[in-house]
């Protein structure tokens, strides 16, 4: 099964609360086969421990330690908001792009890497936040790295 | 009094989030990279924080959880920094495996 599909995207979702993206972005899991229900619950109670917010405009909400057990397959998920979520007003982050991740061993470290690449640069996140087409996240992210675990 | 490590005692350093399947699997290519580049003959690798393995001399975590990271490891340097795109710790450790240093916690 693949970890990043068309199933697993969503592109140009009207903006809603920090609560909801993270249930979006579970939800997807839950379709594209890789976690139980559950786990939406254990995102959202990870995200009350420590912000997934990691930076120019990208969240990336999964479970804990413990939610592991409601992981079929690892899998990652995209959900975009053109006009953002704010994720936390205090700091002034807003997220345009919210990354479910549900993972049981390393076959997602290819897909963060790219991410963690793709996001460094203002003008590169950009693009993902502004694509139009599915294909162009899903072979932003998909790329072969160099180095892998 | 600092905890430190000798650059040349240092075989493995791992990066800890809470899960081990989130930030800390996004940053650790970089350090990989910059390990790769430096030529370095070090192993690094992505945990959760609550399975720090027994053999890492140098634990980059987040300052959220460093605390945790610190009972988990107490053999370990720990190296806690804020923000997921710049992580100060990396060039840090770099240097100070170049330069053949000791690698002190902050």
Known sequence: ?149 | MAKSVPAASVKKIVIACEAGMGSSVMVTNQLKKKVKQANLNVQVEHTPARAIPQDAQIVVVHKGLAKMAREKAPWAVVLPFDNFMNIPAFERIIKALQNNTDIEEA
């Open chain 1, 1 to 149: 099964m693949a970890i990043l599909s068309e199933e697993t995207v969503q592109l140009n979702v009207p903006t809603t609360s920090k609560e909801d993206a993270i249930r979006q972005a579970g939800e997807l899991l839950v379709k594209g086969g890789h976690v139980s229900p559950s786990y939406i619950k254990g995102m959202l109670a990870r995200e009350q421990t420590m912000s997934t917010y990691i930076g120019n405009g990208v969240a990336i909400p999964h479970g804990t330690f413990d939610d592991k057990e409601s992981i079929h397959s690892t899998g990652i998920s995209v959900v975009q908001y053109p006009e953002g979520v704010v994720w936390d007003a205090d700091e002034g982050e807003t997220a345009y792009l919210v990354i479910g991740i549900a993972a049981t061993a390393n076959e997602h470290v290819g897909v963060l890497s790219n991410l963690a690449e793709a996001i460094e640069e203002p003008e590169s996140a950009e693009q993902l936040i502004r694509a139009t087409d599915p294909m162009v996240i899903i072979e932003r992210l998909s790329r072969p790295q160099e180095e892998e675990a």
